[in-house]
């Protein structure tokens, strides 16, 4: 396999693996706009030269967009090998070359999330265990930051306080993004309009800056759902996805939406939404307040 580091000169002409080719896509376009702003700050795009999901990104950790400090270490965004490129031995080629290059960049080690088990869109933590990677610090909604130190002593790498609880005051759905991964900038969308259109109550925040990201409430940055104030999950849905999660929250008892409402009447949730019904009433045709609620 050949492989070949994306850079700002080469980058309009290069796929990045993760979406579709079409640079006039949303998907592809708010990607290579996020990746050109990050290349001066010491990014690293390794790929396949073929098509595909076979690549690396990295960067110093001073700079990477994670509410983690890990001062001296190099910081894996996503290391993703997936459908016929698995099982040749790529992920161990990339992750060979971030190694080689960050040792050569005088790092201390390498640093990454993952969790107990495998969730979507986080490293494989059996290949991390594999590769010589050990936890060195853990959120309590079970996302864990591992590390590889290149040398012994030293501070380890750890979540910041902001993220060690993640937690958001504010009822019904937020979402926590940014534009580093692809597919938000097609499904972000859409989850607001599924929202709007069913009286979901929901709240998108694009964290646009270092500093934003570096102080969010979670220590997955790219995508983190809440839901009354709780992480829910970091797995990007498609409107199928969001509204079987919603109705599940909403089945929790008869109000609405479980918490959301908390005590409040169908009256004042209407109130609240200018006067909508849309797909709350039609779930709660008795609770309508133009029918004495």
Same mark, same amino acid.
């Not at 693996?17 to 990607?31: E, G, H, L, P, T």
């Not at 002593?153 to 306080?161: A, T």
């Given at each position: 396999?050949?492989?070949?580091?994306?850079?700002?000169?080469?980058?309009?002409?290069?796929?990045?693996?993760?979406?579709?080719?079409?640079?006039?896509?949303?998907?592809?376009?708010?990607?290579?706009?996020?990746?050109?702003?990050?290349?001066?700050?010491?990014?690293?795009?390794?790929?396949?030269?073929?098509?595909?999901?076979?690549?690396?990104?990295?960067?110093?950790?001073?700079?990477?967009?994670?509410?983690?400090?890990?001062?001296?270490?190099?910081?894996?965004?996503?290391?993703?090998?997936?459908?016929?490129?698995?099982?040749?031995?790529?992920?161990?080629?990339?992750?060979?070359?971030?190694?080689?290059?960050?040792? +050569?960049?005088?790092?201390?080690?390498?640093?990454? $999330?993952?969790? =107990?088990? %495998?969730?979507?869109?986080?490293? !494989?933590?059996? #290949?991390?265990?594999?590769?010589?990677?050990?936890?060195?610090?853990?959120?309590?909604?079970?996302?864990?930051?591992?590390?590889?130190?290149?040398?012994?002593?030293?501070?380890?790498?750890?979540?910041?306080?902001?993220?060690?609880?993640?937690?958001?005051?504010?009822?019904?759905?937020?979402?926590?993004?940014?534009?580093?991964?692809?597919?938000?900038?097609?499904?972000?969308?859409?989850?607001?309009?599924?929202?709007?259109?069913?009286?979901?109550?929901?709240?998108?925040?694009?964290?646009?800056?270092?500093?934003?990201?570096?102080?969010?409430?979670?220590?997955?940055?790219?995508?983190?759902?809440?839901?009354?104030?709780?992480?829910?999950? +970091?797995?990007?849905?498609?409107?199928?996805?969001? $509204?079987?999660? =919603?109705? %599940?929250?909403?089945?929790?008892? !008869?109000?609405? #939406?479980?918490?959301?409402?908390?005590?409040?009447?169908?009256?004042?949730?209407?109130?609240?939404?200018?006067?909508?019904?849309?797909?709350?009433?039609?779930?709660?045709?008795?609770?309508?307040?133009?029918?004495?609620?």
């Amino acid at each position: 396999m050949e492989y070949i580091r994306v850079t700002k000169e080469n980058l309009e002409s290069e796929h990045i693996c993760c979406a579709i080719s079409n640079n006039r896509d949303i998907q592809v376009s708010s990607k290579k706009a996020w990746l050109k702003d990050r290349f001066d700050e010491g990014l690293v795009f390794l790929k396949s030269t073929e098509r595909g999901k076979c690549f690396i990104e990295y960067i110093p950790a001073e700079n990477a967009w994670v509410p983690v400090d890990a001062d001296g270490y190099m910081y894996i965004d996503c290391l993703w090998v997936s459908g016929s490129f698995k099982g040749h031995g790529y992920s161990n080629d990339l992750l060979g070359e971030c190694v080689k290059d960050s040792r +050569n960049k005088g790092k201390m080690g390498l640093c990454i $999330l993952s969790s =107990a088990k %495998k969730l979507p869109f986080l490293a !494989d933590p059996k #290949y991390l265990r594999h590769k010589g990677f050990t936890v060195c610090d853990e959120a309590d909604n079970g996302i864990q930051l591992w590390y590889l130190p290149f040398s012994e002593g030293g501070e380890l790498p750890k979540f910041r306080e902001c993220a060690k609880k993640p937690r958001v005051n504010e009822a019904g759905y937020v979402l926590y993004y940014t534009s580093q991964c692809p597919y938000n900038g097609k499904y972000v969308p859409q989850l607001e309009q599924t929202a709007k259109e069913h009286c979901i109550p929901f709240k998108a925040i694009r964290l646009e800056t270092r500093d934003e990201a570096r102080n969010a409430p979670t220590p997955v940055t790219t995508y983190s759902l809440f839901f009354n104030g709780r992480y829910v999950t +970091n797995e990007q849905m498609n409107e199928a996805k969001f $509204l079987k999660l =919603a109705e %599940k929250h909403r089945s929790m008892d !008869d109000t609405g #939406y479980g918490e959301y409402f908390m005590g409040r009447t169908a009256g004042d949730i209407m109130k609240e939404y200018g006067g909508q019904h849309g797909e709350w009433v039609r779930l709660n045709p008795e609770k309508d307040p133009r029918n004495g609620d």
